[in-house]
T-cell receptor, first 111, second 114 residues
Framework: RKEVEQDPGPFNVPEGATVAFNCTYS??????FFWYRQDCRKEPKLLMS???SGNEDGRFTAQLNRASQYISLLIRDSKLSDSATYLC????????????FGKGTHLIIQP | GAVVSQHPSWVICKSGTSVKIECRSL??????MFWYRQFPKQSLMLMAT?????????EQGVEKDKFLINHASLTLSTLTVTSAHPEDSSFYIC??????????FGQGTRLTVV
């Protein structure tokens, strides 16, 4: 059974702080990993892909640990506009069947 | 990336009526489109894969006679919720270009059945 698990939160974080969340996946054959951002009542939008070597995009850093089967997202110097739900998405191959979404982690940045 | 337009963005209908949702790929010829449903505080769940010119492929537990999918062209797929009931109230969202790189989503349709 394919599963992607995330802590639903909410994470209440003061503006300017650093926040990190993890996501674990059960399918060891998973090939690709992504973080999507979803605002309330909106469609998900790709935040960043996650590569084996880890990758950084501005204030956002994503890391993958295949041995322990988890990925992480770190947000530095958080902004009010970072408030959203962050979805962990795992691709295991096979087209549409291969995309599994986590339930998301709700982040609230407080002024 | 692909631009996907979904319409309507929200709809309220009476129980027993049917609702049609359109998903258009504006700049990408999509032989395949995907329909998801998302209940509050839940993850996106794939309902079906829409195939241009052929029958849709439904996920286990999704009633094909209730959720009619038509994909008559490379740019348009429609999902019709037939005889809608309150338990069908949800956020329906389509996507295209779904591979191991990135999925592009429509804006979603919030359906409320009263």
């Amino acid at each position: 059974r394919k599963e992607v698990e995330q802590d639903p939160g909410p994470f209440n974080v003061p503006e300017g702080a650093t926040v990190a969340f993890n996501c674990t996946y059960s399918n060891s054959a998973s090939q690709s990993f992504f973080w999507y951002r979803q605002d309330c009542r909106k469609e998900p939008k790709l935040l960043m892909s996650v590569y084996s070597s880890g990758n950084e995009d501005g204030r956002f850093t994503a890391q993958l640990n295949r041995a322990s089967q988890y990925i992480s997202l770190l947000i530095r110097d958080s902004k009010l506009s970072d408030s959203a739900t962050y979805l962990c998405v795992v691709y295991s191959g096979g087209g549409a069947d291969g995309l599994t979404f986590g339930k998301g982690t709700h982040l609230i940045i407080q002024p | 990336g692909a631009v996907v337009s979904q319409h309507p963005s929200w709809v309220i209908c009476k129980s027993g009526t049917s609702v049609k949702i359109e998903c258009r790929s504006l700049d990408f010829q999509a032989t395949t489109m995907f329909w998801y449903r998302q209940f509050p505080k839940q993850s996106l769940m794939l309902m079906a894969t829409s195939n241009e010119g052929s029958k849709a492929t439904y996920e286990q537990g999704v009633e094909k006679d209730k959720f009619l999918i038509n994909h008559a062209s490379l740019t348009l797929s429609t999902l019709t919720v037939t005889s809608a009931h309150p338990e069908d109230s949800s956020f329906y969202i389509c996507s295209v270009g779904q591979t191991n790189t990135e999925a592009f989503f429509g804006q979603g349709t919030r359906l409320t059945v009263v």
